[in-house]
Nanobody
Framework: QVNLVESGGGLVRAGGSLRLSCAAS????????MAWFRQAPGKEREFLAR????????SYADAVKGRFTISGNNAKDTTSLQLNDLKPEDTATYYC????????????WGQGTQVTVSS
């Protein structure tokens, strides 16, 4: 079973930046879209950003619009998330996900990478 693998998390001071990356554990799977989510302790998983390959469109949650930027490569089923101007409230485990069926939900997920922002 193909999964996604995230990397790039770490500890950063408030105002700093990180770049998260995500790729398939093996090969590619022809995704329709890829997205990033995060989950902080005691909170529900939160949508951050997605990229739709066919429409070449991107969308963001209001909480991160203007600070986070999603990019990716359709042919390689990879995506990255640039995190700028990080705040302590951005501390969470960050997950990438892929939509592999047309009209379906996100059905392939990574294990997550931890981002910790100190004040």
């Amino acid at each position: 079973q193909v999964n996604l693998v995230e990397s790039g998390g770490g500890l950063v001071r408030a105002g700093g930046s990180l770049r998260l990356s995500c790729a398939a554990s093996e090969g590619t799977f022809g995704s329709y879209a890829m997205a990033w989510f995060r989950q902080a302790p005691g909170k529900e998983r939160e949508f951050l950003a997605r990229i739709f390959w066919s429409a070449r469109s991107r969308s963001y949650a209001d909480a991160v619009k203007g600070r986070f930027t999603i990019s990716g490569n359709n042919a390689k089923d990879t995506t990255s998330l640039q995190l700028n101007d990080l705040k302590p409230e951005d501390t969470a485990t960050y997950y990438c996900a892929a939509q592999t069926k047309n009209g379906g939900g996100y059905d392939v997920w990574g294990q997550g990478t931890q981002v910790t922002v100190s004040s």
